[in-house]
């Protein structure tokens, strides 16, 4: 749509400028076989070839290093495979139908970041944290958060929650082993002949995942957040309730405060965390974070280099 | 070439057996020996595969002689079992189609079960399996294939109840396996038939003496070995327990009820077709059953919403479809249809979990409209069949038994006496040990004690002691006098003679009321035949 130039007239009158040279491909990543579908690439005008060839090469290099993280936590993939290896076995995996476990889908999730990209730059999350690109500077008044967190708080628990019952009783409010799982009425599965329709996450999608409650670090201030807190009645009922756990980093001085449930109004909802200074490792590139692990890693720190060409990995 | 054979359901069982007892003993055990037994039960069933191909080749290569006999097994008077296979025709090329089926499902296994907790058992039930379906196809005689078709069912009734933490799939594994002997009454009275009257227990023998057979005899034996071909095929009236098998893990049920063990009907009856051209009532019999069973899984399956209880109604017509067409004398139609519905219907069945990615869309109008009413709510009901063997055969079973139970508690135990309870016996020789010096110094103590301490009134009485035999016949004959009178007559007419009285007409009036039930009427008319034949 922002390609049509007369959109591009109307935003440049709504004081949006979008570059000439700039042009949006629609495009839908599949998770599972790590496939990135294109649409519309007939409507790419000749001159951005070469730049959307650059960035299919970089997305290429991109998938593979995906498949590879992924792959450590997966019992039946090669241990230390070259992304190659990786990528060819997350594609077989996922094609493969005696694979009950095609992919790692949210399991082991535990926070969602809300804010500035720089905030979690080359830091290694080992695929435990949403992140939601928002910038407080552009929203002194916390709309935009608040449509954020209207989105992200529900989504993110439901999530994170399915998740942590699935995990804890997995026989009530998971569905059991997907073994004897019978596809019925084309919208739910039963046990074996007769049983009652399950619900929530199979036994097979939930064994690595440690239950625990999404914690959610918003950048703003915590003025904004109580403003949007006092105004959601939703959000409450979820931050309150201890659903989720909800911090803010404040964007100038950087300090982290947690929610904490007490009765609102006394400005003790948000504490200030502190915690000991401690430095992470780091690591040259991801592939070092999780060399020869196959549990949970804690973060770690990514050396950052100034390159203009994507870092250059083993044989690729 | 021929030898070959012995290895073919050899191999499967060796596996099993390491992975059984490997299982038993813990050495096989918890997710680090996956590898392991999927190992063993993957080679078992590749090198059991290639040999069915390797025979099969020789078989169309013309190597073959088409029987083995790799000994004898056990001999009594005239009857030799012989421990022999048919390694040529049909036989042959049905063991190959299986053991290539069965090494998929093995294979799809080993993603498919990874980290369940019945792992280990899964894979030794499925060697063994493999095992007894092959020999089942490949035996020369009938005791052999008898020993597949049982232990094949024992498979079957272990992995229906694979899950057997959930009541339902316990009920129905048990039901099936029950449902499932009523076929082998018939199996082994076909035995003894054929023994009695062709002298061999040799499929071939049998086949070949089946035209000096009266048409008398070759109906009977026909039909003895149709009841088990029905049940293990799930033909009317048995095939209830197909749909009620869906509760094992998918490649199980993909093995035994799509692709392999309920095709084993079929094929005895393709085994036996010199016989059943002998016995046109025999052919009519399953024509029949089969045409019923085609039209009763149609219209069931019309109303089926979950995709194994589709696919197995589905493949329960199919097989009613097979039988139509021995019965109609098309054997060679009814081989191949066999053939390419194992084949088709394992595939489904392994898909049928990846159901939601494989349908794209959904069609909303899927069932044929204008069916009357009454044929949708039989559908429905599934024309109400498990509901009529309830009431006509296990309801008055477990009536008996409850009346036999009640008769054991109450009649004969108050005679012989009941067993000491459990929580009393000796668990431990140690324990034996101990009772038997704390008994003695009880014993000790209490004859020191005996005198001042035994409570009078503990013994009935003994007013009367005499020794000797006569001594000893007067002081019972005194004792039980001395009982009759202190009940009766020391105690008054009025009280107990009454009670018991009371007691004996009422289990008098219990006793006409039980016998006058069916089911009694039935056993006698049942006991009252034996006894006339």
Known sequence: MANRPEVRTLLVNAGITIPADTWFIGAEHNTCNEEISWYDLDQLPTEHLSGFNTLQHELRHTQMMSAHERCRRLASAPRNPTPQQALAHIKERAADFSQIRPELGHATNASAVVGRRSLTQGAFFDRRVFLISYDPTQDPDGKILEGILLAVTPVGAGINLEYYFSTVNNERFGCGSKVPHNVTGFFGVMEGAGSDLRTGLP???????????????????????????????????????????????DPETGEIFLFQSGSFGTNQDFVHWQAEVKDLPVHKNSKDCYKNKILPVAPALIKQQLLDKPEQFGAL | MDALVICIPLIPLIASAIIGFGHLFEVLSGETCENITADIAGWAISMCCLLSLALLGADLMGKNTGFYNAGLWLSSDTLDIQLNFITTGFNVRLAALFSVLLAIIVRFSINYMHRETGYHRFFFILSLFASAMLLLIL??????????????????????????????????????????????????????????????????????????????????????????????????????????????????????????????GVYLIILLRPLFEHAPLAMAVIAIAGLLTASYSYVVGLTQTDVKSSLIFATSGQLGLMFLECGLG?????????????????????????????????????????????????????????????????????????????????????????????IQAISSLAQLEEQLIGAKLEKASASVRAPSLRPVGNKPDNFAQGSGLAGKLTEWTAAILHWFEDRFVLRGIGKDAIIYGRRLGHIANIFEKSVLRPRYLVLFVLITLLVAF
């Open chain 1, 203 to 249: 036994q097979q999608m939930v064994e690595i995942h440690e239950p625990m409650r999404l914690l959610i670090v918003v950048e703003a201030k915590t003025s904004v957040l109580e403003q949007i807190y006092a105004r959601q009645e939703s959000i409450r009922e979820m931050v309150a309730g201890g659903w989720v756990q909800l911090s803010s980093k």
């Open chain 2, 330 to 422: 098309f054997w060679q139609l009814a081989a191949w249809h066999l053939c390419a519905h194992t084949v088709m219907r394992a595939y489904q069945f392994l898909t049928a979990p990846s159901l939601m990615h494989n349908v794209r869309s959904l069609s909303a109008e899927t069932r044929p409209r204008n069916i009357p009413t009454w044929i949708y709510v039989a559908s429905l009901q599934r024309f109400w069949l498990d509901p009529i063997t309830d009431w006509a055969l296990i309801k008055p079973l477990q009536g008996l038994a409850h009346d036999l139970s009640y008769f054991d508690d109450h009649i004969v135990d108050s005679f012989m006496g009941t067993p000491a309870p459990a």
């Open chain 2, 139 to 264: 035996s020369g005689n009938i005791v052999c294939t008898f020993i597949g078709w049982e232990t094949a069912g024992l498979c079957s009734y272990l992995l229906i109840a694979y899950a057997y933490n959930r009541p339902i799939a316990v009920v129905n594994a048990t039901r099936i396996f029950v449902t499932n002997r009523i076929g082998d009454a018939g199996f082994l009275l076909g035995a003894g038939l054929s023994y009695a009257w062709v002298d061999s227990i040799n499929w071939n023998t049998i086949n070949a003496a089946s035209a000096r057979l009266s048409v008398g005899e070759a109906t009977s034996l026909a039909l003895c070995f149709a009841i088990p071909a029905f049940a293990k095929s799930a033909q009317l009236p048995f095939t209830p327990w197909l749909a009620k098998a869906m509760e094992g893990p998918t490649p199980s049920s993909s093995v035994f009820y799509g692709a392999v063990m309920v095709h084993a």
